[in-house]
């Protein structure tokens, strides 16, 4: 996707702002960026679009950027804003171009393969927890009926026809050949055992990482090659990593990094399931005894719960739960 500087005779752009483009003088940070990044989550749950910096509004002329901010944030930092704010995530890139030797600033939003992105996060008086943005002509608001309906009627019919590609699938190969790649939770479940995946490699999963199903030489997707039994953490090397490095947290020092006590941790644990979800806990076999052992998300996600509900409401919360968990489980 490129932005092409078609002017007319008064040196105006010819394009005008529009379901997938809109123009800023210069790129902000605080405030700004969170409405930037409300534009591309609509542009996302239309048809993708750009965000071009350096053009003056009414009449959009190009006068180049004036500051240096677009070409000095690290885009992690916009990353981070966007997952913060908005789920799924979202597929994008930035560059700076030049035209008649000023700077440009140039977001390309990708249309989402999984529609809709959602506002998970509020701020006031520019998102709102629960709100669909969408982007309509030279705006991006709470998406309206008509297009919602749209946007879910067509999301169904993907759904529809990927399960009947499954299914086909499965027909071709047999139901006792099929196995179960979890992109959800990282695992491949497989018999009894299964394989945990690191998420770097699930990002660039199209799956074969050594060897190719193909008739010539280079024409093969990435595969990813399976021998044994494996019970661990595969890197996108091929390394075997032990559970560990995942998980690397006791009860006690997940505890620690929370600052709570021992009744305070169990009634966490139980209130939130950690012990029920693969990508928070898992157990380690130590002789004929094991270990709970937890990821750094797990502490992130909790962490994250504290700093939005309050910490000691949380707390109150699950405790309660956990009594009420307790007290039933006597009788």
């Known amino acids: 996707m490129s932005f092409s500087f078609d002017l007319n005779s008064q040196g105006y752009l010819k394009c005008r702002e529009s379901h997938n483009l809109e123009y800023k003088q210069n790129f ?6 969170l409405k930037y990044i409300k534009t591309m989550a609509g542009m996302a749950n239309n048809k993708g679009g750009q965000i071009v910096f350096g053009v003056k509004d009414s009449p959009h002329k190009p006068m180049g950027m004036t ?4 070409s000095t944030i690290d885009p992690k930092v916009i990353d981070s804003k966007i997952r913060e704010y908005f789920e799924p995530s979202l597929k994008w890139d930035m560059k700076t171009v030049e035209f008649d030797s000023k700077p440009f600033g140039v977001i390309n939003i990708e249309e989402a393969t999984e529609k809709p992105i959602v506002c998970k996060k509020g701020k006031d008086g520019i998102l709102r927890e629960g709100a669909i943005y969408y982007r309509y002509r030279a705006e991006t608001r709470e998406i309206e009926y008509a297009e919602l309906k749209k946007l879910l009627d067509i999301e169904k019919e993907k759904e529809r026809l990927l399960w009947i590609k499954h299914i086909e699938k499965m027909r071709l190969v047999g139901p006792r050949n099929v196995q179960i790649l979890d992109l959800y939770n990282g695992e491949i479940s497989y018999g009894e055992h299964k394989i ?3 998420k770097g490699l699930l990002d660039k999963l199209n799956v074969i990482k050594e ?3 193909t008739e010539k030489e280079g ?3 990435p595969v990813l090659k399976l021998i044994g039994s494996i019970d661990g953490l595969v890197d996108p090397d091929n390394v075997i990593i032990a559970p560990e490095a995942m998980y690397p947290l006791t009860t006690k020092q997940l505890q620690e990094k929370l600052q709570l006590n021992q009744y305070q941790m169990q009634a966490v644990i139980h209130s939130l399931g950690l012990k029920s979800k693969p990508k928070y806990h898992t157990e380690i076999t130590n002789g004929k ?4 052992k937890y990821s750094e998300k797990a502490e992130a996600t909790i962490k994250g719960l504290f700093n939005r509900n309050g910490k000691e409401s949380c707390l109150a919360m699950w405790i309660e739960q956990y009594k009420k968990s307790k007290g039933s489980s006597k009788t």
Not at 28 to 33: E, F
Not at 67 to 70: A, E, L, S, T, Y
Not at 289 to 292: A, G, N, P
Request: net charge negative.
């Open 67 to 70: 500051n240096d901010k677009f």
């Open 28 to 33: 902000q940070l605080g405030d700004n960026l």
């Open 196 to 198: 945990l995946l690191e």
């Open 219 to 221: 024409d093969g997707i």
């Open 289 to 292: 005894s094991f270990i709970h």
């Open 211 to 213: 060897g190719s199903f």
